[in-house]
């Protein structure tokens, strides 16, 4: 998993509410597990005139002009900002893979569906809690400028405009925070532990022969 400390990016408005994890990553697109490949299907349903199937080759298919990924000023976006409920519905880990894969880092709303947000911190994805009224600010200044830039210091826990105009804290749970800002998902911070790992099975092979898989492992701890 990447590492985020602080993070510049374009911000791209998702101006609904209650995005649900169907909307984020259609249902037939959850066939597999690779946990990359799926960026080009965020949003499909919207982002595109036809519907998308796998193995699709998503650069020939047309795109709906009238959503808001297919705006060019918007092209190459980072932070995606949205409204409360954020990716509310099933349960499924596909949402953050696709978020990511299509290159967003973090996320800002007023709210997050429990699970999705728990997901994205362990997929390397930031899910930034702001009140209404900092997310109706930060809507009028991205719509209101071309190219709108945030700045996001995990460290500090602070999202400011790059031009200077907003600048708020947020809040982060400190365990979560350090596996960002050290790239660790779950299987990183196993990693960790590998030595005392490696020597607790080896203990318990020496005093336990018996449970070895391998017969040839059974026999040379006999």
Not at 112 to 139: H, M, Q, R, T, W
């Amino acid at each position: 998993m990447k590492p985020l400390t602080v993070h510049t990016g374009v911000v791209m408005p998702m101006d609904r509410a209650n995005v649900d994890t169907d909307a984020i990553i259609p249902k037939q697109f959850l066939k597999s597990i690779k946990r990359s490949g799926f960026g080009p299907n965020l949003f499909d349903a919207w982002r595109y005139m036809d519907e998308g199937q796998p193995g699709m080759d998503s650069a020939k298919r047309p795109l709906n002009p009238d959503f808001v990924m297919n705006q060019p000023r918007y092209k190459g976006a980072s932070i995606l900002l949205a409204r409360r409920n954020f990716g509310c519905g099933s349960s499924r880990e596909h949402a953050p893979w696709a978020l990511e894969d299509q290159g967003f880092r973090v996320l800002i709303a007023p709210s997050y569906a429990d699970i999705f947000f728990n997901n994205c911190f362990k997929n390397g994805v930031l899910p930034i809690v702001l009140s209404e009224d900092d997310v109706d600010a930060l809507f009028k200044l991205t719509e209101a400028t071309p190219g709108f830039e945030l700045v996001v210091d995990l460290d500090q826990q602070t999202v400011r405009s790059a031009d200077g105009r907003f600048e708020r804290r947020f809040e982060v749970e400190p365990f979560r925070k350090h596996c960002l800002l050290n790239g660790l998902d779950d299987i990183g911070l196993t990693l960790q532990k590998a030595d005392k790992i490696k020597a607790y099975e080896a203990k318990r092979l020496q005093d336990r022969p018996w449970v070895a898989t391998d017969p040839h492992q059974r026999l040379a701890n006999a």
